[in-house]
């Protein structure tokens, strides 16, 4: 498997850059995706320095591609991952020796595996949030030998009724997660090594913008009141699991909060990965924007009337509630939009904007996705374009025959 190099790489510039994936890419025949090495090196040094010391875990489901995790995984401030599934993590654990899951697991199959392999067992650390998950484990691998286990802390906003974030943990309080933290520690066959606590309202919404009906300026308040009341009550539970066993991690953030969750002392880890790529629902954060470093190339099959053509495939829409949020964004030529009516289709995109015109059969159009490693279910290559050609193609997980979900 080929693989890249970060360390050295050129300044990424941003004028020029899709003319430059374009011109390096002229003899590839779409629908393809193309990585650029400067904007992602740029884009994991840039995360490492507003870690500013706390160390960066690679949430792979934003990357799915092996030889860009084992590339970052080099750089300094970089170290373990986060996994989405079990299989995942034991496919990843042969050659990370810090395989963190993200997720808890039902997966019978696989935890039995784990439960076989020394290895693996070392490796990786397995996610619960209540008593159940331990029962779940014990019933798929019965007398399994001790497994790593992280424990979770729900990091919503609770505000009255209101509730601000994401429906993981049920252990919102820090004297709940104690109580989970002794079960695990007083369970035969697990211990206890960690605690994660991801704070979806501030690290996966954007801050410059609006959300719905709320505007920029009330999501950027609830945000604030968010980082003061998860600071002190994600404090007052770590304190509280110290106190049942020793841990080796603290992970919080995600690529969007990486500065206010390295200032909360509690957290020993950040975990981040959709920076990397740089996919267009990051583009509304005050504090940071990520280059583009992967983007898609479609063709141009059709012609149907001034100011617009037809592309090949391109419904290539991300996972969440649906809006217009979650299609790609039509990158260059500028000035070209998708067609309302239509969106991005199966089989063909329409795009509109008077560059159309100046657009033949065979033209290439550069879309973004929304979320970062989505794309890569779709697609079996990536390739990696520096200075103005392409170095190499590496295989995403499907090129390895993997899929994550």
Same mark, same amino acid.
């Given at each position: 498997?080929?693989? +890249?190099? /970060? &360390? ?5 510039? *941003? ?22 090495? &400067? ?8 995360? =490492? ?5 706390? !160390?960066?875990? /690679? =949430? ?9 995790? &084992?590339?970052? $995984? ?15 993590? /034991? ?9 963190? $899951? ?18 693996? !067992? ?11 998950? %331990? ?6 691998? @019965?007398?399994?030998p001790e497994l790593r286990v992280a424990i979770e802390l729900d990091a919503s906003l609770e505000v009255g009724p209101l509730r601000a974030g994401v429906r993981r943990s049920p252990q919102h309080r820090p004297e709940q997660l104690r109580a989970l933290a002794r079960a695990v520690a007083d369970r035969r066959g697990f211990r ?9 309202? +501030?690290?996966?919404?954007?801050? *410059? ?28 539970? +770590? ?18 909060? +990486?500065?206010?969750? #390295?200032?909360? =002392? ?19 954060? !005050?504090?940071?924007?990520?280059? @583009?470093? $992967? ?25 969440? @509630? ?8 039509? #990158? ?5 939009? %998708? ?6 289709? &199966? ?13 033949? $059969?065979g033209d290439r159009v550069w879309l973004r996705h929304a979320k970062a490693g989505e794309l890569c279910e779709r697609i079996d290559r990536l390739h990696v374009v520096s200075g103005d050609q392409v170095v190499t193609s590496i295989p995403t ?7 994550? /979900?």
């Open positions: 498997m080929s693989g +890249i190099r /970060l &360390e050295g790489a050129a300044p990424w510039l *941003a004028e020029g850059h899709w003319r430059r994936l374009d011109a390096a890419t002229a003899h590839l025949d779409g629908p393809f995706a193309a990585l650029s090495l &400067e904007a992602l090196a740029h884009n994991a040094a840039d995360m =490492a320095r507003r870690a500013a010391g706390t !160390r960066l875990r /690679l =949430a792979t489901k934003s990357v799915r591609s092996r030889p860009v995790i &084992e590339a970052v $995984l080099r750089l300094p401030g970089w170290h373990g991952v986060l996994a989405a599934t079990l299989p995942e993590a /034991l496919w990843l654990a042969a050659t990370v020796d810090d395989v963190l $899951l993200g997720y808890p697991t039902v997966d019978r199959g696989a935890l039995r595996a784990l439960a076989a392999d020394d290895l693996a !067992r070392e490796r990786v650390t397995l996610m619960v949030d209540s008593v159940e998950h %331990l029962d779940a484990i014990d019933r798929a691998a @019965p007398g399994h206890l090594v960690g605690v994660m606590a991801y704070e979806a309202q +501030i690290a996966g919404v954007q801050d *410059a913008r609006s959300r719905g009906l709320a505007p920029a300026a009330a999501v950027r308040a609830m945000q604030g009141l968010s980082r003061r009341e998860l600071r002190e009550r994600r404090g007052a539970a +770590i304190a509280a699991v110290r106190e049942v066993a020793e841990l080796e991690l603290v992970n919080g953030g995600g690529t969007g909060s +990486i500065e206010s969750t #390295a200032a909360d =002392a509690s957290v020993t880890e950040i975990g981040a990965g959709s920076g990397l790529f740089g996919p267009h629902l990051f583009d509304g954060y !005050r504090s940071f924007r990520p280059a @583009p470093a $992967l983007a898609f190339a479609l063709p141009v099959v059709r012609r149907p009337g001034p100011g617009s053509v037809t592309l090949l495939g391109g419904g290539w829409v991300a996972s969440g @509630p649906a809006g217009v949020d979650k299609q790609p964004l039509v #990158a260059w030529p500028e000035g070209m939009r %998708l067609d309302p009516r239509e969106g991005a289709g &199966e089989v063909q995109t329409p795009v509109l904007g008077e560059a159309a015109d100046r657009l033949r $059969l997980y499907r090129g390895e025959g993997r899929a994550l /979900l």
